[in-house]
């Protein structure tokens, strides 16, 4: 009986180690699975997150590449950039397993309505991996280089004499390749100077009255001054920043040329001997086009020149440096309201000369709705040498006018001129900075990329001349008059990650 007992416990015993190791094989099974899934799951979250960074560096290669001076590409379908053709399949990125890209550029397709550049998409698709372990990813961004007349106001040399006080607003960008004045003489902040965007090329800015008084800060707070919208100034960059990267500006530095080539090879050219000192001209908006009208003196006949038909959207004056024009829009507007004007501007325009403009009168759109995209309408002026110039109405200073009311100068009260104007070495100025009494408005709807600043208004106990506003044209952020000169610079509007794209979908136009 003994023996069968021990002979039973024996079999039960064998029982359960077979049971227990066929528990343990499930298990050790199960775990090996799992670690087998945990690996491949590794695997494939590490590819994909691979596979995006080179995404991400083959569009950054291609934004250096075209910084760089790459050729830029023109229409409106996509064009492979990397690798470059004939050459097939994908682009190896430089470096150790960084895998493979294939990288397009796509110019958006209204580049040619307002310049010759304006925005590109870079797509770039990455591979990693081969056979059943390839993974892919894609990116895009989108690049403008960017324009000057981005800027609502741009300084290249501040003046240092005066300040920016209570009641100054700059709601576009603001750049100066060196100090500025700020000031408030009054102990609230509720009317202190207001910025969209400050930019300084130097590492302060100058608070006081003028440089001479003034001390070197570099808080949005100090004293009775609080920059406005404060909550915004405080973050820093890119709202408030000091020391940023000069950029080059003058007749030297500007690429101005090509413009005025434009202007020859398929816009309007103008010679000296066309429109000689003192001419009066205004533009005017037409149903099947704009029209320029000349008239050279008082009792000169009235030339005009049918822009509709312009390959390039492009006047260029080749003037003297000390020469002046006097520039306004027809005289039929409406108010500020209205969101019309009968006979207002209607297409993009860039008009250029060697010596200086002066602001004759209201210069408007046809179109103001300026947070229209669709509106195209932009007026770019570019004076080389000469000064823009706030023109004095004869009557406030009791000189005759030109007998025809058409073309008088009209800048006895507020005055509204919808354009970006560029002066490369001269300054914007009033003619008469303590005229007209009280001081009047004069009010840009774009901005001013300027040299130097120069005189347009006096205080003290009886001020006159002109209160400068900026009226910005957000369209300016990524949209530009014909042919307006760049900084050389380029803008990033936007990053994208886009995990499904395919081989296929990058050569597809997607504006």
Not at 133 to 148: D, H, I, R
Not at 344 to 373: F, H, K, V, W
Not at 389 to 409: E, F, K, Q, R, T
Request: hydrophobic share 35%.
């Amino acid at each position: 009986m003994m023996n069968t007992a021990k002979g039973r416990k024996r079999g039960a015993a064998l029982a359960l180690v077979v049971i227990f190791g066929l528990v343990l094989s499930i298990l050790a099974a199960a775990v090996f699975t799992l670690f087998q899934s945990n690996v491949r799951s590794h695997t494939y979250v590490r590819d994909r997150i691979q596979a995006r960074y080179s995404a991400e560096a083959g569009v950054n290669l291609a934004v250096h590449m075209l910084m760089g001076g790459a050729d830029i590409p023109q229409g409106i379908m996509p064009i492979q950039f990397l690798p470059e053709p004939p050459a097939g399949g994908f682009y190896d990125l430089p470096g150790d397993d960084l895998g493979k890209v294939l990288v397009y550029v796509d110019p958006n397709d209204r580049n040619d309505q307002v310049a010759t550049a304006n925005a590109y998409a870079i797509r770039a698709l990455a591979k990693i991996g081969s056979g059943d372990s390839t993974y892919t990813y894609g990116m895009e961004t989108l690049v403008l280089p960017e324009n000057f007349s981005r800027f609502a106001t741009f300084l290249n040399e501040p003046d240092l004499s005066g300040s920016y006080s209570d009641g100054y607003r700059f709601d576009g960008p603001f750049f100066a390749n060196g100090p500025v004045c700020l000031y408030s003489p009054s102990s609230s902040s509720v009317n202190d100077v207001w910025f969209y965007r400050f930019s300084l090329a130097s590492d302060y800015y100058v608070y006081g009255p003028n440089g001479s008084s003034g001390s070197q800060q570099t808080s949005p707070q100090v004293g009775n001054l609080t920059v406005q919208p404060i909550e915004r100034m405080l973050m820093g960059a890119p709202y408030f920043e000091l020391g940023v990267d000069p950029i080059p500006f003058g007749a030297d530095e500007v690429n101005w040329q090509d413009t005025r080539s434009a202007a020859q090879s398929g816009g309007l050219y103008l010679s000296a001997a066309q429109i000689p000192n003192n001419t009066r001209m205004i533009l005017r908006g037409g149903e099947y086009g704009d029209t320029l009208m000349v008239k050279t003196g008082p009792g000169a006949a009235v030339q005009k020149y049918f822009l509709g038909g312009l390959t390039n959207r492009v006047i260029w004056i080749n003037n003297a440096a000390s020469d002046k024009i006097y520039l306004k829009g027809y005289p039929n507007y409406s108010s500020w309201s209205d969101p019309i004007s009968p006979d207002g501007l209607r297409e993009p325009l860039t008009i250029g000369c060697n010596g200086s403009i002066y602001a004759s009168g209201s210069l408007q759109y046809y179109d103001r709705d300026i947070m229209d995209m669709d509106n195209r309408t932009l007026l770019g002026l570019v004076i080389v040498h000469g000064d823009f110039v706030i023109a004095c109405d004869p009557d406030l200073i009791s000189v005759g006018d030109w007998p025809d009311g058409m073309w008088h100068i009209v800048t006895n009260s507020d005055v509204e001129y919808d354009c970006t104007v560029m002066v490369l070495e001269g300054e914007f100025r009033a003619e008469r900075w303590n005229l007209p009494k009280p001081p009047a408005d004069f009010m840009f709807v774009g901005g001013y990329i300027v040299n130097s600043e120069g005189f347009t208004s006096t205080g003290g106990s009886s001020p006159g001349g002109w209160d400068t506003v900026i009226y910005y044209d957000s369209r300016l952020m990524t949209m530009h008059p014909p042919f307006f000169p760049q900084t050389g610079r380029w803008d990033t509007a936007y990053w994208e990650e886009q995990p499904d794209l395919t081989e296929y979908l990058i050569g597809v136009n997607q504006d």
